[in-house]
């Protein structure tokens, strides 16, 4: 049996968003910015797949903008909304993607901007108070939330956040890749200014996904050299991409609840097995299905020599999943989230992601795999 529990990293492309792309690629091949036949035939396609996309979202087409992905959409927020309004402090937590805590740190370093942290406890909540006391002391921030954890699961209040960043006048940005298709957002109510998605976290392709940008927050172009995206994002469109980004969030939004009660179920059950058949076993961050992406779990194991080898041994016995551990020493490339919330780095971790195509049958598998390797190696 061949077991995959890595869809947080990437998930498998569905087979009708796979037929909605080859329709295209088959007979759609004119370049979007021609004004022939051709051309205007794509066009439509761009921007209908737009309008699916902002009707899901409760917002207007005029606010998303396709980009390659959720790294690339990150960057641009944060460039362009600090350096377009001119702000000069941001705050983020250290539990944040790489996209986002590089970008900000990279700022820092140039002096563009000052870089505060939120506090976070040690199951990766964010301290509010703390939030607040930021915003109050810093004039006009950027803020760069995310909506859940990566790693973790465990979810930022972004409504909450949303209302604070409005009192003090802050920019709001979310990395909400790892909840779009998977949560509702409603953004004709959410006090975001930014948000981004990135197509292969919902069964969709990979190479494409898109920035929302509040009407209310002008920025520069992304990329320059063509009128693309309204002038924001020059190059040639990726048509085929855009087209499953679409069918993808749409199948994703007409089957959620019924998906994401299978998915809760499979990680509910995943965790009393593994606490029936592992001594020692914990986990890492909130598993409180109210406070957690129901489709991450972050287990971490009992001390072990060659922690290091439990991913690969996995992997040997046929299941695919990520993880590490914690940092121990300024020299470790550890998981820089574990370490942000105090996780002894003696213990591994392995982070288990499911999908709408996760079976019991491969949750009981992978437990006795689990329950193998930690009997030989503890």
Not at 60 to 67: D, L, M, N, V
Not at 284 to 291: H, I, L, R, S, V
Not at 361 to 378: G, H, Q, R, W, Y
């Amino acid at each position: 049996m061949r077991v995959y529990f890595d869809n947080a990293a990437t998930t498998a492309l569905d087979p009708e968003v796979l037929k909605e792309m080859y329709k295209v690629m088959e007979s759609q091949f004119g370049n979007p910015s021609s004004i022939h036949s051709h051309g205007r035939e794509v066009r439509t396609l761009i921007e209908r797949s737009r309008k699916t996309i902002a009707n899901l979202l409760h917002t207007s087409p005029a606010e998303i903008f396709f980009t390659s992905g959720g790294t690339e959409a990150d960057n641009t927020a944060i460039r362009c909304g600090i350096v377009d309004h001119k702000l000069t402090h941001a705050i983020t937590t250290k539990l944040e993607h790489h996209a986002v805590v590089h970008t900000l740190q990279a700022m820092e370093k140039a002096g563009v901007i000052k870089l505060s942290y939120a506090d976070v406890d040690n199951k990766g909540n964010v301290d509010y108070d703390h939030l607040e006391t930021l915003l109050k002391n810093n004039e006009r921030s950027f803020v760069s939330l995310m909506h859940a954890n990566n790693e973790l699961g465990t979810l930022t209040d972004i409504e909450r956040v949303g209302e604070l960043c409005d009192a003090y006048s802050a920019l709001y940005h979310s990395d909400t890749v790892q909840t779009v298709g998977h949560y509702k957002h409603d953004l004709s109510k959410l006090k975001l200014h930014f948000m981004v998605c990135a197509a292969h976290k919902l069964h969709g392709p990979k190479g494409v996904g898109f920035l929302h940008i509040n009407h209310k927050v002008k920025i520069n172009p992304m990329i320059y050299g063509g009128s693309q995206e309204r002038n924001m994002r020059g190059g040639t469109e990726n048509v085929y991409g855009i087209a499953g980004l679409a069918k993808a969030l749409e199948m994703a939004y007409a089957d959620m609840d019924a998906h994401q009660t299978q998915i809760q179920g499979l990680k509910s059950y995943m965790k009393a097995q593994l606490e029936q058949n592992i001594p020692g076993v914990e986990f890492n961050g909130e598993t409180d299905p109210a406070k957690s992406l129901y489709t991450v779990l972050n287990v971490s194991f009992p001390e072990m020599e060659m922690a290091d080898m439990l991913l690969f041994n996995l992997d040997i016995a046929g299941i695919s999943a990520s993880g590490g551990s914690a940092c121990s020493s300024g020299t470790d490339i550890g998981s820089h989230v574990l370490t942000a919330i105090g996780a002894n780095p003696d213990r591994p971790s392995v982070r288990f992601s499911f999908s709408k195509y996760n079976t019991k049958d491969e949750v009981d598998f992978t437990v006795s795999k689990l329950k193998e390797l930690c009997a030989v190696v503890i």
